[in-house]
């Protein structure tokens, strides 16, 4: 019923050379390779929440503050960049927290907590903790 020519035109040119036999072991040991890493404790996912938390109240606190101001300079050059300064100043909680867990993936724990805390005493909002 079917012809060679239909059969033709089901196949790619190269499809009568045999698979090569190092192709299954190369995938098996690219499966190695990206092992996924071990699930995060409950511990330490309840900790990241509890800093991420003091990071939104520490992104608040700018914002608030940053209201109050009423700082006016002089020349137009000069506020642009001290409203840059407060939009820094509003995103530095959020811009730390994330990018503490982006460049501290590969190591160990212990180093992301300790930036994550060191962070906590970097970006505070001092003007609002200090009332000025």
């Known amino acids: 019923m079917t012809s060679d020519s239909d059969e033709d035109a089901l196949s790619w040119a190269g499809d009568d050379k045999p698979d090569k036999p190092e192709a299954p072991a190369k995938a098996a040991s690219a499966v190695h390779e990206h092992e996924e890493a071990p699930p995060t404790s ?3 996912l309840i900790t990241y929440g509890i800093l991420g938390g003091a990071y939104l109240i520490y992104t608040i606190g700018w914002v ?4 109050r101001s009423a700082t006016v300079l002089p020349s137009l050059f000069a506020n642009l960049m001290f409203r840059l300064g ?3 100043a509003i ?3 959020v811009i730390w927290f994330l990018a503490v867990f982006l460049l ?3 190591r160990a724990l212990g180093a992301r907590l300790l930036w994550l805390l060191l962070g906590l005493a970097v970006v505070i909002p001092w003007p609002f903790v200090l009332g000025v």
């Open 42 to 44: 409950a511990l330490v």
């Open 64 to 67: 608030i503050e940053i209201q």
């Open 86 to 88: 407060e939009d820094l």
């Open 91 to 93: 995103g530095s909680p």
């Open 104 to 106: 501290t993936r590969h």
